[in-house]
């Protein structure tokens, strides 16, 4: 500046002009040089930003010496293997493959790479990157979780949502889902006044960017709350845990889940005959505002009945609501919804526990004596009809069973007969037989006396 005075002194001394002069000139000296630098830096950093982003675009990026983690959010096309790292001196590294340094989470749709102490210089990536992508790099990932509301009620449909921030910016990645676990978890405070006294530590849900249930645009980096809030009521602590292969991170913070603040009963009626049964509702003024409640009550009855009624003129803590009657025998269930405004203006979705009720055919009344009488004449005649029915059977087997026996008898007696004739007759054939034998022997013994014999001899010897 001391020169730049001299320099303009000198300059007025010489041509003869006088301060203000010199002073305007120094002015629009100083000018010209600003807007010089700023047009030099703009240029500078225009440059700068085209070759990082075609150098991304190229799958190719550059570390720099004063990082001493990095995180990299890589999305690739659905389905495709993970990406190859390929360090500045040519070395690579796989998902299956890589230093303890390198904690490595590949997913369907994408990789993330965590990496400590990195290889300043140029690193490149190879895989089927998708196109226009950004590979992005991150220094430092944590999650921002929603505050959990108080009052909190049992049976409570709560939407909380929560994010990934890489230094400290909501990370968006297609496919996120996909590469993060979020665990909800309750943690018993153990007062023994409370109801959850010997709860201890349970799962209760978990956070998702899919675009179902309350999530409302799926990979958009928010992840909506899916969690079950019909646990015993009393302290809690409650933990959020994201974690995957790469990162885990924790958010805690206490609340208190206190009981419903609407009760349902289920009325019979005096005359069951009527089928009317009514709801008796019981609603906490000093939690809920009374107009602002209204209560849907969904029936399914036998026979695949189903039917929805909507009790809206609930102006009282204690309300009873007679239902529409009912006619076919047989068990109902009712499912119970409830929407209210708390004291404190919050908007609240409730589930309420189901009801159940019969309903049963009434006896029917006792007979009238003329009835009994009836009955008893009816019954007298259809004994009487089975007597002689039973006798006529009786009679008829046992002229059966005579005549069978008959039949068996003169059978006996004649087959004795028949056989007693074959052995007479075989008698006395073998009689006739011995007989004609004993003759024949008799003819064959030689009666003649010694004199006889002698004379039959030969004359010759007289």
């Known amino acids: 500046m001391k020169r730049d005075s001299i320099w303009s002194q000198n300059l007025g001394s010489v041509f003869g002009e006088d301060k203000s002069i010199v002073m305007i000139k120094r002015v629009t000296h100083y000018v010209a040089v600003i807007l010089a630098a700023l047009l030099f ?51 690579k590294w796989y998902a299956n493959r890589h230093p303890d340094s390198v904690k490595w989470m590949d997913g369907l749709t994408g990789d993330m790479i965590t990496i400590d102490n990195p290889t300043p210089g140029p690193w490149q990536l190879i895989g089927r990157i998708t196109p226009g992508s950004v590979i992005h790099k991150v220094s430092t990932l944590s999650i921002d979780v929603d505050p959990i509301p108080q009052p909190l009620y049992q049976g409570e449909r709560l939407k909380l949502t929560t994010r990934l921030l890489g230094d400290q910016k909501r990370v968006r990645l297609p496919g996120l889902d996909y590469l993060m676990n979020w665990t909800v ?62 990162l885990e991170r924790q958010y805690s913070a206490p609340f208190r889940l206190s009981p419903r603040p609407i009760d ?60 529409t009657p009912v006619s076919d025998f047989g068990s109902y269930r009712i499912k119970l919804n409830a929407v209210s405004t708390t004291r404190t203006g919050r908007e609240i979705y409730l589930t309420l526990p189901e009801l159940f009720f ?23 005649k259809h004994a009487e009809k089975v007597a002689m029915k039973d006798a006529l059977f009786w009679l008829v087997f046992g002229n059966v069973l005579l005549f ?31 007989q004609q034998k004993m003759v024949m022997e008799l003819d064959e013994i030689d009666l003649m006396m010694p004199e006889d014999l002698e004379q039959k001899k030969d004359p010759s010897d007289r």
Do not use: C
């Open 41 to 91: 830096s703009h240029s500078v950093m225009a440059d700068n930003i085209a070759l990082s982003q075609a150098s991304e675009l190229a799958n190719r990026f550059r570390i720099d010496h004063m990082v001493s983690s990095v995180t990299l959010l890589v999305q690739r096309e659905y389905g495709s293997a993970p990406v190859i790292v390929v360090q500045p001196d040519g070395s």
């Open 185 to 246: 978890k309750f943690v018993s405070n153990h007062d023994p006044s409370d109801e959850n006294f010997a709860a201890g530590s349970f799962i209760v849900g978990s956070y998702r960017d899919n675009g179902e249930a309350l999530d409302e645009r799926p990979d958009d980096g928010i992840f909506t709350s899916k969690i079950n809030l019909t646990e015993a009521w009393g302290g809690y602590t409650l933990k959020v845990i994201a974690k995957n292969a790469v």
């Open 264 to 323: 349902v009963e289920i009325v019979a009626p005096t005359d069951v005959s009527t089928g009317q049964w009514a709801l008796k509702i019981n609603v906490d003024e000093e939690q809920l505002q009374l107009s602002h409640t209204h209560i849907e009550a969904e029936f399914v009855g036998p026979g695949g009945m189903m039917s929805v009624e909507s009790i809206t003129d609930i102006n009282h803590v204690d309300t009873l609501h007679r239902l």
């Open 358 to 380: 019969n309903f049963v055919r009434p006896p029917e009344p006792p007979p009238s004596a003329e009835a009994l009488a009836l009955i008893a004449k009816q019954q007298a």
């Open 404 to 434: 069978g026996l008959g039949l068996a008898v003169l059978g006996f007696v004649y087959r004795r007969h028949q056989l007693k004739r074959r052995l007479l007759i075989q008698a006395q054939k073998e009689k006739a037989r011995s």
